[in-house]
């Protein structure tokens, strides 16, 4: 097991990058021959990033695929409904970003039975007990609750990546990693849709989880808490039971595409060129 993780792994959440970078590249970025491609530029700037960043030497990309959210979505139709996915110009970018990543023969994956983030964490965690250490290029916070010795997230700051990893996590929330779900219940995820206790927000369960440690510790010592704190905590049992199952990301999921690439200095060389050229040289016509 190597102590300095000189070996890593960059796994990209390639779905929440292209997400962030469509809505962040102005749409008036365009190839010379009208094809919009803001997304596509946003996309190829986080990645080159996060390399520079890390040096890694190897790299995957996870995209969710259509029916990989299908299984949540059954459990919870409210799971990610506020996120509007009307606009498909973000998904007609797609393809050309594909094209790129296999131009510079980095392999990416669509699960198809599984949402991204379930794939990632699996991933992440088998990868690093063969004697890798993982690093999540990811914004989305849950993935904070696989963090360990040999598993980070990178998250893009305002300017440069920054990696979180566990000593930084301790000094950003006052509580270990591992609690980190029994917090996200509390507060719920409004990025996902997902409801917590009703007026319990981020400080409220930092204090109960720096406290009590879990949920089940805090249960234990409901009757420590202020009256209407204690009331809206036991009137949300089932929520908690709910959200600490749902939040959850998994680690064991069927994995049938493993398949990591081994970075070249080739690749570092091409990566480096603008991406009009690597549209160009993946086929497209840029004129």
Do not use: W
């Not at 102590?3 to 809505?23: F, P, T, V």
């Not at 997304?39 to 969710?64: S, T």
């Not at 699996?122 to 010795?149: E, G, P, R, V, W």
């Amino acid at each position: 097991m190597p102590k300095k993780c000189n070996d890593r792994l960059l796994i990209m959440d390639g779905s929440h990058y292209l997400y962030r970078a469509y809505y962040g590249v102005p749409e008036s970025a365009k190839l010379p021959n009208g094809l919009q491609v803001n997304a596509v530029y946003g996309f190829m700037a986080y990645l080159r990033k996060a390399v520079k960043k890390l040096n890694p030497k190897y790299i995957v990309v996870i995209f969710d695929s259509e029916t990989g959210i299908v299984d949540k979505v059954q459990k919870d139709p409210s799971y990610k409904f506020n996120r509007d996915y009307t606009d498909n110009g973000m998904y007609k970018q797609l393809p050309l970003i594909k094209r790129i990543l296999e131009l510079l023969s980095i392999h990416y994956v669509e699960p198809l039975d599984c949402e991204a983030d379930d794939y990632i964490g699996t991933l992440a965690t088998m990868l690093s007990n063969k004697d890798l250490c993982a690093y999540i290029f990811s914004n989305d916070a849950d993935f904070y609750q696989l963090l360990s010795k040999k598993v980070s997230v990178v998250k893009m700051g305002k300017k440069e990546p920054e990696i979180i990893n566990e000593r930084v996590f301790n000094k950003m929330f006052s509580f270990e990693s591992k609690y980190y779900l029994d917090y996200l219940s509390l507060k719920g995820d409004e990025s996902d849709n997902i409801e917590g206790v009703p007026g319990v927000g981020k400080k409220t369960a930092q204090k109960l989880i720096c406290k009590y440690g879990t949920i089940d510790g805090i249960m234990q010592r409901i009757n420590d808490l202020p009256k209407t704190l204690r009331q809206k905590i036991n009137s949300s049992s089932k929520v908690l039971e709910k959200n600490r199952a749902f939040l959850k990301i998994k680690v064991d999921v069927n994995m049938t595409d493993t398949k990591i690439n081994v970075l070249s200095d080739k690749f570092i060389k091409k990566l480096s060129d603008s991406t009009n050229n690597l549209l160009k040289d993946s086929g497209v016509n840029i004129y």
